[in-house]
């Protein structure tokens, strides 16, 4: 008698049936990195990078254990962290070489000016590693450590700066003999309203962003006008006095002796007025 055609179905025995309803891989695994379509706009600041984004992970140890793979802030983090790490044993070396015994008479201005350049270096690095690092905690701490970041941009820009006019300059002008005669008074003058007119600088960019109305009524900008022309008219008196025909005369009475020693003090006369306005 032949068999029917049928295929016959084994029983699945009870093992393999729990073993065959496992899932392949584990629901809650979150990736080590993810493309740009996976976060938020925010985020994105640069189109061309695709992938390689970690998730927002509120959890500060999470972001921390970020430095043990790669991902695209990976070269931002190590650049600034290696550099930070670094450049305090570059600075004690630096120092140890200025205060070798052939340095001895090395003036307190010189670790002055080096510690100013290294502790702005090392803020700049620190602020952006930081940065760099922390981007995928929260928007709120990415923006706050953004901030933090520019500013050590600014802090390294001019910090490094300082040390370098200080050493390019240091046996000009001032320095020479011949600047501080009375040939060159107007120059120093001119040198110094210089550098007060520069005051103009913020006034006038406080009136681009805030308006006229509002500098002149409420960020005192009457009162810092008013400064800078007691002190342009103090600097002025000082600038003139060698030229004034009642000064030539003084000379031949042999009254200016007594008074010039006050003449160097005159733009401090004004000096008492300005907090007042």
């Given amino acids: 008698m032949p068999r029917p055609n049928t295929i016959k179905q084994r029983r ?16 809650s695994f979150t990736p ?37 793979f790669l991902h695209n802030e990976t070269c931002n983090v190590y650049t600034h962290l290696i550099g ?14 200025i205060y070798w015994s052939q340095y001895i008479d090395a003036p307190r201005t010189d670790f002055i000016m080096f510690s100013v350049f290294f502790c702005s270096a090392e ?6 590693a930081v940065y760099h690092l922390i981007g995928s905690y929260s928007r709120e701490v990415e923006q706050f450590w953004h901030r933090m970041d520019l500013l050590g941009i600014v802090i390294v820009t001019t910090g490094t700066l300082i040390p370098s006019i200080y050493y390019i300059f240091i046996s000009a002008l001032t320095s020479i003999p011949e600047f501080r005669t009375l040939r060159w008074r107007k120059m120093r003058v001119g040198a110094y309203t210089t550098l007060g007119a520069s005051a103009f600088i913020p006034l006038l960019h406080g009136v681009q962003v805030y308006g006229i109305e509002y500098m002149l009524e409420y960020s005192s900008a009457k009162q810092y006008l008013v400064e800078l ?6 600097c002025g008196f000082y600038a003139l006095t060698s030229d004034l025909p009642c000064i030539d005369l003084m000379r031949h ?12 003090s005159v733009p401090y006369k ?8």
């Avoid at 930070?84 to 070489?97: G, K, N, V, W």
């Avoid at 022309?229 to 103090?234: D, H, R």
Wanted: hydrophobic share 40%.
């Fill in 123 to 128: 803020s700049c690095l620190i602020f952006s």
């Fill in 84 to 97: 930070a790490i670094l450049l305090p044993f570059f600075a004690t070396t630096r120092f140890q070489h």
């Fill in 253 to 264: 009475v042999h009254a200016y002796d007594r008074v010039d020693a006050g003449f160097h």
């Fill in 229 to 234: 022309l007691l002190y342009g008219m103090g």
């Fill in 32 to 68: 080590r990195t993810v493309t740009q379509h996976d976060i938020p706009e925010w985020r994105q600041d640069n189109k061309y990078i695709l992938a390689g984004y970690r998730p927002l992970d509120a959890n500060y140890l999470q972001v921390v254990k970020s430095l043990t």
């Fill in 12 to 27: 699945a025995q009870p093992g393999e049936r729990s073993s065959a309803t496992k899932p392949m891989f584990n629901a």
């Fill in 270 to 277: 004004f000096l008492p007025f300005v907090p007042n306005l």
